[in-house]
């Protein structure tokens, strides 16, 4: 049975990605703030960010038009999910939650050493951030961290709870149009 529910919460079966950590950095202070609005728009990999203009990382990004996407795994859900109950402009939080900086090769904000990977990015497109904060980059690199045991990612539901990967199917050998990809 079909029951109505509010359509303000409709986000939380379509909510696209795992929630991230957004990593920008502005004169040397590198920040991070935790993101679930997300979503992948091409395979380049172009991705797609939502950030409100109360964020501290908003006008940080806007300005230097660069970051690091880094994708936690659930061994740091905790502390993923207390950096977005603080703000950079008064919190060191690398320092704060113990992670680790990593330089990256491309852009200045860092790399986390702790996240199960992660993607340099630059902005490509600012045409809807003003209407929707929706930041368009483009993955220019990308690292994964091979001998992290911790794999499992996690998705927001929007309430406090959040809905942890789990069983994978294989299922290549249907991907019969898609085999660039596998």
């Known amino acids: 049975m079909n029951c109505e529910f509010p359509l303000h919460k409709a986000f939380k079966f379509i909510e696209p990605g795992p929630v991230i950590l957004l990593v920008t950095s502005e004169n040397d202070k590198p920040n991070i703030m935790t993101l679930s609005w997300s979503t992948l ?17 908003y006008e940080i990004l806007r300005r230097t038009k660069e970051c690091v996407i880094a994708i936690p795994a659930i061994d740091i859900m905790e502390k993923v ?3 977005g109950n603080c703000s950079g402009s008064d919190t060191n939080k690398f320092k704060t939650f113990d992670l680790t900086p990593i330089k990256a ?4 904000p860092p790399l986390i050493k702790e996240a199960l990977a992660n993607i340099e990015c630059k902005v490509i497109d600012v045409d809807f951030v003003d209407r929707y904060g929706l930041f368009i980059m483009e993955g220019i690199k990308a690292w994964y961290d091979a001998e992290k045991t911790e794999k499992c990612t996690f998705h927001a539901n929007g309430d406090g709870t959040f809905v942890i ?5 294989n299922l290549k050998d249907l991907m019969i149009k898609w085999q660039i990809f596998i």
């Open 41 to 57: 728009i091409d395979f380049n990999p172009v991705i797609g960010c939502v950030l409100s203009p109360g964020d501290y990382s």
């Open 105 to 108: 090769q491309k852009v200045e």
């Open 81 to 83: 999910v207390q950096i």
């Open 165 to 169: 990967d789990g069983e994978t199917k």
